[in-house]
């Protein structure tokens, strides 16, 4: 909305600031943790009247999770008001990777809302049947991949691109679009399985975004793109208005997150974070570098899949406990050690899935 504001510029004012993505991300970021400090408070406070008694906890969890009775969850309202909001006054409207990223993140964010409604009014933790929740995120990310496909330029329609090898591209076809769905549905999933402990979710979270906000930015350059050796795809420069706007929010209900917890993310925003990491990497045509900045996630998904299968099989398990973060809680770390450690792990791998941008 503010970018409309240059066509009062003569080039030579203030108002010329609006033209560069690097000042409206800046401001969509200070907006978006502006946001959430002022209506972090208010809304923890709405919900724990309205939730009365929280979030459910697991009865097989782990024993410390019983002291967390009563928390509030659906904090990640807080989350996605900040990013929608801080987005539609910092980006340009019409730029149709804005519209995809926002509108998979509000999608998702919806899904999640009813999976904690359910769980919290019926007091257990079956909310949303998981078919229900997965045929809606599919439908979802199906309607964003079309669209992303379409404003793609032609030579990457539909094409898989690979890290480190600047001509590789594989054509896949129609099959992109049940491809690009995948990603977009395992990231939210994956983020939603990472959120187990205080803050844990969050800053890989953050960590991605701002990955993926440089990311976009090159790619969506053409003197970058250029020199890094990377495909160009016009317009996903925008999207670093986004990504900034959600390490804002992030930040914000990261002060009211860290542990103890005041509030819990819930489905509601990790669902749709996870949901906007998948949308990004596929606008960009970074499917495949996703994995590795989301390196985490990816584990925490697997050592659920590896846990149910083996489980299946042989009646054993293969970790004490799944996501993989409660095996650690099993073996007596302490959650705020589990929690550090996955972040620096994250930053390891956000800074490895860069590296790709100029190992060519």
């Not at 995809?100 to 809302?113: D, E, H, Q, R």
């Amino acid at each position: 909305m503010f970018y409309w504001l240059t066509l009062f510029s003569d080039g030579g004012d203030f108002f010329n600031l609006f033209r560069y993505i690097t000042f409206r991300a800046g401001g969509a970021f200070m907006t978006a943790l502006l946001f959430g400090f002022i209506f972090g408070q208010p809304l923890i406070n709405v919900l724990r009247r309205r939730q009365g008694k929280g979030q459910p906890i697991r009865n097989d969890g782990p024993e410390g999770h019983f002291a967390k009775a009563g928390t509030p969850t659906m904090g990640g309202l807080l989350i996605v008001g900040a990013l929608l909001v801080s987005t539609l006054l910092w980006a340009r409207l019409d730029n149709g990777y804005v519209w995809i990223t926002m509108g998979v993140t509000l999608g998702f964010a919806l899904i999640g809302f009813a999976d904690d409604y359910a769980k919290v009014s019926k007091q257990n933790t079956n909310g949303v049947p998981g078919r229900v929740r997965l045929a809606l995120g599919f439908l979802i990310a199906g309607i964003a991949t079309v669209v992303a496909s379409y404003l793609h330029p032609v030579g990457l329609q539909n094409a898989l691109a690979f890290p480190i090898f600047k001509d590789a591209l594989l054509n896949l076809g129609l099959f992109f679009i049940p491809f690009a769905m995948f990603v977009i549905v395992g990231a939210a999933n994956a983020v939603n399985l990472t959120d187990g402990l205080d803050g844990l979710a969050i800053m890989p979270v953050m960590i991605a975004a701002g990955a993926f906000g440089v990311i976009a930015y090159a790619v969506g350059r053409v003197d970058f793109s250029a020199y890094l050796d990377v495909h160009y795809v016009p317009g996903t420069g925008e999207i670093l208005v986004f990504t900034a706007a959600l390490i804002g929010g992030g930040l914000g209900f990261l002060w009211y997150n860290a542990p103890p917890a005041a509030v819990f993310m819930g489905d509601t925003g990790s669902l749709a974070l996870g949901g906007a990491l998948g949308a990004i990497a596929v606008a960009t045509k970074h499917e495949i570098v996703l994995g590795i900045i989301g390196g985490l996630f990816v584990v925490e998904a697997l050592s659920v899949i590896i846990q149910v299968l083996y489980f299946k099989r042989t009646g054993r398990r293969v970790f004490l406990m799944a996501p993989i973060h409660h095996h650690y809680e099993k073996k007596g770390w302490a959650e705020p050690q589990i929690v550090i450690r996955f972040w620096i792990i994250s930053l390891i791998l956000a800074m490895i899935g860069l590296a790709t941008l100029k190992l060519r």
